[in-house]
């Protein structure tokens, strides 16, 4: 009695185990089915991709040394070629879904999905998306210009697909988001050939100006950096509590701006320290009335 009810809960195990054998079986046969039947496309989408990353960047290669020739500036071929190489990548991928046999519709419903998901969650890198192609068309400034973008100078090195890089004079790298660089104050310094150097010299109200202006003037005139066409202005600016203010203006190519710059600060100091012209510090006056 005992064995037989042993010999009937025994079956059904035995039973589940080979359903479970057979279901296992069949899945792995069917995986395997499955790859046979697609390996010649995915040896064919393998080849694709291969051949299409290679075409892809001989033709940029092509493209780049073709901008070379133009009167494209460097920065401006370097950002289309980055942006012709995402595109023909783009295309490469494209052409391997339709070897898979991957039906574009849905590959189009997909890729809109994530456009609007990413356009959302980059926002910032599509406005400096944005921002690039709007420099490369209106060029504002190229690369090798001298710029100032929102109170920093330097020389632009290089107009990248999501950022502009400065070279301050420094040694700084500095890589401003091109959105920013659209909306920002923008003074191209390279625009023109010359530049007019501001400077301010106060001196006491005991000196006497006509004979301060005179050597500030000379000073100007016999610097060999200084334009004489237009001529060095030299006038009174304005009477402040402790000094009085005299505005200097002189142009000077671009490349000698700085130099002109400090080398006017220091003749003038120079030449008031002999003449005994006094420059004052800021100083307060006090009286005091006895009314006794």
Not at 232 to 257: G, L
């Amino acid at each position: 009695m005992e064995e037989n009810i042993q010999e009937t809960t025994a079956l059904p195990v035995q039973e589940v185990i080979q359903e479970q054998v057979d279901k296992a079986s069949g899945f792995f046969s069917g995986v395997i089915d499955y790859f046979r039947g697609i390996l010649p496309s995915l040896i064919i989408a393998v080849i694709v991709l291969v051949i299409g990353i290679l075409a892809s960047r001989i033709m940029s290669r092509i493209i780049a040394k073709g901008m070379k020739k133009s009167n494209m500036d460097n920065a401006a071929q370097a950002f289309l070629v980055s942006v012709i190489r995402i595109v023909l990548y783009a295309v490469v991928v494209i052409m391997v879904l339709s070897v898979l046999n991957v039906p574009m519709s849905s590959v189009i419903t997909i890729l809109g999905a994530a456009g609007l998901a990413a356009s959302l969650a980059l926002q910032n890198c599509l406005t400096n998306l944005c921002g690039g192609f709007i420099i490369l068309f209106s060029k504002p400034f190229s690369a090798g210009d001298t710029v100032e973008l929102d109170g920093t100078v330097g020389t632009v090195e290089a107009i990248g697909i999501l950022y502009t890089k400065l070279n301050t004079f420094d040694g700084k790298t500095i890589l401003i988001p091109n959105g920013n660089v659209t909306s920002a104050r923008l003074i191209n310094y390279t625009e023109t050939p010359t530049r007019r150097v501001d400077l301010t010299f106060d001196i006491s109200y005991n000196a006497d100006f006509n004979l301060a202006r005179s050597l500030i003037l000379t000073a100007a005139m016999e610097n060999p950096l200084i334009m004489k066409n237009p001529a060095p202005v030299v006038r009174m600016a304005a009477h402040k509590e402790s000094a009085i203010a005299i505005d200097v203006r002189v142009w000077v190519k671009n490349e000698d701006f700085m130099e002109v710059s400090y080398t006017l600060n220091e003749t003038v100091k120079r030449i008031f320290d002999r003449s005994g012209i006094e420059i004052p510090y800021n100083q307060l006056d006090v009286h005091i009335i006895d009314r006794k």
